[in-house]
């Protein structure tokens, strides 16, 4: 059995830390070169137009942390509780790759494949809690 540290789900942990800073860096950068790096460090009280780019990322970025607090709940739940590995790891590396798939096709706009793109990550989510919910001894 792997240990927690150890665990598939704690590595794929560890790199969505990561893709959240690439949304989040990405999102900022955009929003900088939209509206001036003025806008961007202040508290953004007024509206200002953006670029269908920066649009895109601002609501990609919503949209990655809309599904994040499940991906990190599951992900350490599933290492806690022993049942790490197996199709619950599967899951969870199904989910990290669909999302950083999703960060250029949303930018890009590409309607069809978004929503494609975003099922997968969806039963990444989903094999990860059947994993969580199931009976029996824990993943060897």
């Known amino acids: 059995m792997e240990t927690a540290a150890?665990?598939?789900?704690?590595?794929v942990l560890a790199w969505s830390v990561i893709l959240l800073l690439v949304h989040i860096v990405a999102q900022t950068l955009?929003?900088?070169?939209?509206?001036?790096?003025?806008?961007?460090?202040s508290p953004r009280d007024e509206a200002?137009?953006?670029?269908?780019?920066?649009?895109?990322?601002t609501r990609g970025l919503r949209n990655y942390v809309e599904t994040y607090g499940a991906f990190v709940a599951l992900a350490l739940a599933l290492a806690v509780t022993g049942k790490a590995g197996g199709y619950g790891a599967t899951g969870a590396?199904?989910?990290?790759?669909a999302r950083v798939i999703y960060v250029p096709v949303f930018a890009a706009g590409i309607p069809v494949l978004r929503t494609g793109v975003w099922t997968v990550s969806i039963i990444g989510l989903?094999?990860?809690?059947?994993?969580?919910?199931?009976?029996?001894?824990?993943a060897a």
């Open 6 to 11: 150890a665990s598939a789900e704690m590595t």
């Open 48 to 57: 200002r137009p953006l670029s269908h780019l920066t649009d895109r990322l």
């Open 93 to 97: 590396w199904i989910w990290l790759i």
């Open 30 to 41: 955009a929003l900088a070169k939209d509206c001036g790096l003025g806008y961007a460090m």
């Open 126 to 138: 989903l094999m990860m809690l059947a994993k969580l919910m199931s009976a029996g001894i824990p």
